[in-house]
C-alpha cells in the first residue's frame, strides 16, 4: 500500500531475522528497507503478517498475523512507522483465531477484519481497547468493505450464517 509519505509498505508472511516475516518500505526511487522483524520466540508478537496494511486516519500502519505455527492465534497490530513501534492491538484468539484478511478502517473509526479458521468478523479499535467479534460461518475470504449505506460487506467460501455466501 502507498502511505501518505509517498512510500510503499508491505509484510512478507516469511523472512526477516526469525524467519517469520516482515514490515518493509519500498521508496519512490526503489530503495528497499526492513522496517520491522516478526520474531514469535521473544513472546511478544505473534508472526506471520497475512493480509495487506492499512494506514489509518492517525497516519499509522494496521495489520493482523496469523499467528502460526498452528496452536497460537494471530493479532491485530498497529506499527508506527517513524518510530518503528509495533503494538499488539488485540489477539485474535477471541475471534476464533487467525486473520484471514487485510483490516479495513469503516467510517465509525474501528478497524473491521476476518478471521477463516473462527470464521468471524471482527471489530477493533485503533487503541486496541474496544474489541467484538461476531461469528458468521462460512469461512469468510476477503477483507470487509463498506457501502455507502453504512453496511459492511464481504464474501465467504460457503453459505455462512446467512447461506447466501455474504455477511
Known amino acids: 500500500m502507498q502511505a501518505a509519505d509517498g512510500d510503499f509498505y508491505g509484510t512478507t508472511f516469511y523472512g526477516g531475522t526469525s524467519g517469520a516475516g516482515t514490515i518493509f518500505r519500498i ?9 520491522y522483524n516478526f520474531d514469535p ?3 511478544k508478537v505473534p508472526g506471520y503478517p497475512i493480509g ?19 496452536g497460537s492465534s494471530g493479532v491485530a497490530f498497529k506499527f508506527a512507522y517513524t518510530t518503528r513501534k509495533l503494538t499488539v492491538l488485540q489477539n485474535l484468539g477471541n475471534a476464533g483465531g487467525d486473520s484471514g484478511s487485510t483490516l479495513m478502517q469503516a467510517t465509525d473509526g474501528n478497524f473491521y477484519g476476518t478471521t477463516s479458521v473462527g470464521q ?12 467484538e467479534s461476531w461469528g458468521i460461518g462460512g469461512s469468510p475470504q476477503d477483507t470487509p468493505f463498506q457501502h455507502t449505506n453504512g453496511l459492511l460487506y464481504g464474501t465467504n467460501a460457503v453459505g455462512g450464517a446467512y447461506d447466501r455466501g455474504v455477511f
Open 120 to 131: 468471524s468478523i471482527f471489530r477493533v479499535s485503533s487503541t486496541g481497547t474496544d474489541f
Open 27 to 35: 521508496t519512490a526511487s526503489g530503495e528497499f528497507e526492513v522496517l
Open 52 to 70: 495487506g496494511l492499512t494506514q489509518g486516519s492517525d497516519g499509522n500502519l494496521y495489520g493482523t498475523t496469523c499467528g502460526a505455527p498452528a
Open 41 to 43: 520466540e521473544s513472546g
